[in-house]
């Protein structure tokens, strides 16, 4: 399945502070430094405590044609605007039941591993390849990162994140 949001494009673009995505969705084209208005946002452990124009982020996400939440439970984000469609809620893992880095908001970096399976159908930080393959974009976002059997390797990932750290 071909992607229609430009990745390869996006990808080499600098970001927006997650503090002001909204403007990318609300400001006119001219006004905002990504190559079109933002459409689908995905949201990944992250609250919304870190925003202080609130209602222009509720209209920023009414504004979007797609919102996916991936959180252990719904966050604010899933509950904020009036929307009833296009949003997705993606159960993820705790850090309890998976190996890897974990990232705090101070940004330290841990190594944990797995001490209870995951619950129902929750997923890890790693099954994201098969979400980024289903969008047609994981061969680009994984180009340096092992995978065997849509299984991602945890060193290569904590590898990649040194690599880019040090340039």
């Known amino acids: 399945m ?3 949001f430009p990745t390869k494009q996006l990808m080499e673009t600098p970001g927006i502070p997650s503090t002001r995505w909204f403007d990318a969705t609300l400001l006119p084209k001219d006004q905002i430094s990504q190559p079109n208005p933002v459409q689908a946002m995905f949201v990944m452990g992250h ?4 925003i202080t124009r609130m209602p222009d982020a509720v209209r920023g996400i009414e504004k979007l044609e797609l919102l996916v ?16 469609n296009g949003t ?23 190594w944990g591993e797995k001490i209870v399976e995951p619950v129902f159908v929750s997923k890890t930080d790693h099954d994201m390849y098969m979400l980024a393959k289903k969008l047609g ?12 059997d849509s ?11 040194k690599i880019r750290r040090n340039r």
């Open 137 to 148: 974009f994981a061969d680009l976002m994984f180009k340096n990162i092992k995978v065997e």
């Open 69 to 84: 939440v991936c959180d252990p439970y719904p966050t604010a984000w899933s509950v904020i605007s009036e929307r009833k």
């Open 2 to 4: 071909k992607s229609r």
């Open 88 to 110: 997705y809620l993606l159960p993820a893992c705790t850090s309890f039941e998976m190996d890897g880095s974990r990232t705090a908001f101070n940004r330290s970096l841990q």
């Open 151 to 161: 299984s991602v390797s945890a060193e290569d990932i904590l590898r990649e994140i």
């Open 47 to 50: 609250g919304v405590n870190t």
